[in-house]
């Protein structure tokens, strides 16, 4: 992460939602790029290293995964909702344990919120405020909400491996610089493009690892990605995960070129 800070942040104290991540064709060279990125920041190490663990499970019959394919603040297209319960239905056949709700999960909206607050506070600093801006004691709550939404999630990975969920409610959709104004039609619904936000803030909140992956292509033959959402440092379990699908079902297949 060192190097990487919003354009008006000075280069100094880490930002406790912020995440880099390659892109990649295959869980392969993910794999590859993870193992070439992960460190420790120069400034620890002298005296640190990172050693990742090991996927939690080689075969698929052996994960325990909780599929997550609605949010209250954000849409999904029924195609993506459709895609990620066929995977779900195909890895029950392979033995794995699927589960399709739990009280586990933490509190979406309470995600969201928080996630919200820190991202507002970070977004403004060094700009013209747009609100009454953060005391340091508000801050320090927000901070401790965030870890107790962590702590929530350590506590639902001890009876699941891995989460599976929308990475976003629509496939690729036209170019559009609207910006604020941006809309998405979902479902025959017109929806606020910013909501969407709500599927990447649920790993980011909690500094969960979340792997990317092809499952599938809709009518009109768009690619249709689900998020692999892992334990804290666990980044080999949601790749390895990823493997195993591509394995099953298929990788990246570029979509059929398009005569204008």
């Keep these: 992460m060192r190097g990487f800070k919003p354009p008006s942040a000075p280069d100094g104290n880490g930002i406790p939602i912020s995440v880099l991540g390659p892109l990649a064709r295959s869980p392969d060279d993910l794999e590859l790029t993870l193992n070439v990125l992960t460190g420790p920041e120069p400034t620890d190490a002298a005296a640190y290293r990172l050693a990742l663990p090991k996927a939690r499970h080689e075969q698929l019959r052996d994960y325990r995964i909780l599929i997550l394919d609605a949010h209250p603040a954000a849409a999904v297209d ?31 909206m309470e995600t969201l919120g928080c996630f919200g607050k820190i991202l507002g506070t970070v977004t403004s600093r060094g700009g013209p405020p747009q609100q009454r801006p953060m005391t340091a004691h508000e801050w320090m709550d927000t901070l401790d909400q965030q870890y107790a939404i962590r702590q929530k999630w350590s506590h ?13 409610g629509v496939a690729a959709f036209a170019h559009d610089e609207s910006r604020g104004e941006r809309k998405l039609i979902i479902n025959g619904a017109s929806t606020d493009y910013g909501v969407q936000g709500a599927w990447s803030s649920m790993a980011g909140l909690a500094n969960l690892p979340a792997t990317v ?7 009109t033959n768009l690619p249709i990605g689900i998020q692999i959402i892992g334990p804290y440092l666990e ?21 059929p070129l398009v005569q204008e």
């Design 213 to 219: 992956v092809p499952i599938g292509q809709t009518k």
């Design 78 to 108: 029924a195609e993506i909702v459709a895609a990620l319960h066929k995977v779900g239905d195909e890895l029950e056949k392979r033995g794995a344990k699927v589960s399709r709700k739990s009280d586990l999960l933490p509190d979406l």
């Design 235 to 255: 980044d080999r379990t949601t790749i390895h995960l990823a493997k195993l699908l591509e394995r099953e079902f298929g990788g990246f297949a570029p979509p």
């Design 156 to 168: 639902l990975f001890g009876t699941f491996d891995v989460v599976l969920a929308p990475a976003f």
